[in-house]
């Protein structure tokens, strides 16, 4: 290049500043000229590549395909980069090889075709895309191996690519789904927010667009199931796409149903105890009332006139309210869900005890009352106050239900039932009940006495059933009813007396 002409003399010099390597070879693949940069890169003196084979900077692997390459170029020579998308090499006069981009221009000079190759060490961006090639098969990898589904979509909505868990959640083999409208995956009403989802990215950088948004997913087979998704955009060159990451949320929402149902079960009990501790609290506190009462008249006696003395009458009310006190503490150590006070005791006794407290109402009613305690083994583990409360109000009803007239008459009899286990009814004469009210009776406040509050059933079935026992009512076929409750035996029948 000595001879060159000033205007020459100027590209020259850009081409010697050049940070590119710059190689001119001719038709027959002889370096004709080359800039300084390439003899640095490629670890030659000045001067020593000129007339030698372009080959010496080519791998010996790859030198078979370049000299194809460099035919087809010359059979239609245009400006274009050297095996686009190939891995290119180039080969230093060590022996060591390093990744170069080519780009070639054909030059048509007089002497014939020549080529200008364009050389860039690419080393050091190949060591970055190699790291970036690495972290997205790390992150793939994760993503793959997710329980959460992810699904990428593009801007209209049609998935591009989704993880083995989509398919998983969704019942669907991953191909059925390439391709398809996302949609078919997020049914109504969800849909359309879903639409609206996807102009939240206007500024076209990641952000999280709908994190904790509960929406339903549809499962191939029609069924829905509840899900949380977070959608983010994912900045991608000329597309904007965005990733759905999908949690499964049945598993969550089962335990929640269970933990409301558990909830709306003691809110049940502790309605029922409300009403449990008027209807207890009702007779202590009337009786209290009435003794006050008494004690006014007396004392507007004189001393001396009095048929009962002040003072005894006071006790009265104040042991009334006293034991309106113990049912507030009963109940209320009934609703803290402390385990009742469980003792072993001999049913048919609790019975006769009952029968001896309620002996008076019976007589004021006119009525008979009959044991047939007939069960062998009675022995069961009971609070005895609450099964005692039991057998009141159930007693209690056979006597309002046979006051109404004719024969009035009140079994209570003992059997041994099912496995191990004791049975005991309250057999009335009074006018039956109907089939159709059997079951709705235990429930609180349904009852059809003008003075009763319609807990009296409900109690007994709460204290029943936490006895492991169980409670029913039935018309007898001779007319009235038959109130009736089981309770497991405290051991098995043969063992011990
Ligand atoms: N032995 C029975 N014969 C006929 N009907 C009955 C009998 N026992 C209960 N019932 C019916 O069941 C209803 C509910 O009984 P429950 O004991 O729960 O409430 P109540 O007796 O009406 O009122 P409370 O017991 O609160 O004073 C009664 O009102 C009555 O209609
Ligand atoms: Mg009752």
């Known amino acids: 290049m000595a001879h060159a002409r000033p205007a020459s003399l100027r590209y020259f010099?850009?081409?010697?500043?050049?940070?590119?390597?710059?190689?001119?070879?001719?038709?027959?693949?002889?370096?004709?000229?080359?800039?300084?940069?390439?003899?640095?890169?490629?670890?030659?003196?000045?001067?020593?590549?000129?007339?030698?084979?372009?080959?010496?900077?080519?791998?010996?692997h790859l030198r078979k395909r370049h000299a194809?390459?460099?035919?087809?170029?010359?059979?239609?020579?245009?400006?274009?980069?050297?095996?686009?998308g190939r891995d290119l090499m180039g080969l230093r006069r060590d022996g060591s090889e390093f990744p170069v981009e080519v780009g070639l221009t054909p030059i048509q000079a007089r002497a014939g075709?020549?080529?200008?190759?364009?050389?860039?060490?690419?080393?050091?961006?190949?060591?970055?895309?190699?790291?970036?090639?690495?972290?997205i098969a790390e992150l793939e990898a994760a993503v793959m191996g997710a329980v959460d589904g992810v699904v990428v979509i593009d801007e209209s909505?049609?998935?591009?690519?989704?993880?083995?868990?989509?398919?998983?959640?969704?019942?669907?083999?991953?191909?059925?789904?390439?391709?398809?409208?996302?949609?078919?995956?997020?049914?109504?009403?969800?849909?359309?927010?879903?639409?609206?989802?996807?102009?939240?990215?206007?500024?076209?950088?990641?952000k999280i667009v709908g994190i904790g948004r509960a929406v339903e997913g549809?499962?191939?087979?029609?069924?829905?199931?509840?899900?949380?998704?977070?959608?983010?955009?994912?900045?991608?060159?000329?597309?904007?796409?965005?990733?759905?990451?999908?949690h499964d949320l049945s598993e969550r929402r089962k335990l929640e149903t269970r933990l409301d149902q558990l909830r709306e079960d003691r809110l049940k009990v502790m309605g029922e105890m409300a009403a449990a501790l008027a209807h207890e609290i009702n007779q202590p506190l009337a009786a209290t009332g009435a003794y006050i009462g008494t004690a006014e008249r007396l004392l507007k006696m004189a001393p001396a006139q009095r048929p009962t003395k002040v003072e005894e009458v006071l006790d009265f009310a104040r042991?009334?309210?006293?034991?309106?006190?113990?049912?507030?503490?009963?109940?209320?150590?009934?609703?803290?869900?402390?385990e009742p006070n469980k003792t072993h005791e001999h049913l048919h006794e609790l019975i006769h005890e009952?029968?001896?407290?309620?002996?008076?109402?019976?007589?004021?009613?006119?009525?008979?009352?009959?044991?047939?305690?007939?069960?062998?083994?009675?022995?069961?583990?009971?609070?005895?106050?609450?099964?005692?409360?039991?057998?009141?109000?159930?007693?209690?009803?056979?006597?309002?239900?046979?006051?109404?007239?004719?024969?009035?008459?009140?079994?209570?009899s003992t059997r041994l039932a099912g496995s191990n286990e004791i049975t005991v009814d309250i057999e009335d004469t009074g006018p039956g009940i109907l089939e159709d009210m059997k079951a709705k009776l235990f429930e609180p406040f349904v009852g059809t006495k003008i003075k009763g509050m319609g807990v009296g059933l409900s109690i007994?079935?709460?204290?029943?059933?936490?006895?492991?026992?169980?409670?029913?009512?039935?018309?007898?076929?001779?007319?009235?009813?038959?109130?009736?409750?089981?309770?497991?035996?405290?051991?098995?029948?043969g063992q011990g007396s």
Request: aromatic share 6%; no cysteine.
């Open 113 to 135: 075709l020549l080529v200008l190759a364009t050389i860039i060490d690419i080393t050091d961006r190949k060591k970055t895309e190699d790291e970036t090639q690495r972290h």
């Open 157 to 206: 909505g049609i998935i591009e690519w989704l993880n083995p868990a989509v398919g998983r959640l969704f019942g669907y083999e991953r191909d059925e789904l390439i391709g398809q409208d996302v949609r078919l995956l997020i049914p109504e009403p969800y849909q359309s927010e879903h639409d609206s989802l996807r102009d939240y990215d206007s500024a076209g950088e990641a």
């Open 354 to 412: 009952v029968a001896e407290f309620i002996l008076g109402k019976v007589k004021q009613a006119g009525a008979a009352l009959l044991l047939d305690l007939d069960a062998p083994e009675d022995r069961v583990i009971v609070d005895k106050i609450q099964i005692k409360q039991a057998l009141v109000n159930l007693v209690q009803n056979a006597i309002e239900a046979v006051s109404g007239g004719g024969v009035r008459e009140i079994r209570i």
């Open 319 to 338: 042991q009334q309210v006293m034991q309106a006190g113990r049912i507030i503490q009963n109940v209320r150590e009934f609703a803290d869900r402390a």
């Open 68 to 84: 194809d390459f460099r035919k087809g170029f010359l059979r239609s020579p245009s400006k274009r980069p050297m095996g686009a």
């Open 460 to 493: 007994a079935r709460s204290i029943i059933e936490s006895h492991y026992g169980k409670i029913s009512i039935d018309a007898n076929p001779a007319g009235g009813a038959t109130a009736a409750f089981t309770l497991p035996l405290a051991e098995s029948w």
């Open 218 to 246: 549809r499962r191939k087979d029609g069924s829905v199931f509840p899900i949380d998704m977070a959608v983010g955009a994912v900045p991608m060159a000329g597309k904007r796409l965005l990733a759905g990451f999908i």
């Open 13 to 60: 010099t850009i081409v010697e500043s050049s940070p590119v390597a710059m190689v001119m070879v001719g038709g027959d693949g002889v370096i004709q000229f080359n800039n300084t940069e390439t003899e640095r890169m490629f670890g030659y003196r000045h001067g020593e590549l000129l007339g030698q084979s372009i080959d010496v900077l080519v791998p010996a």
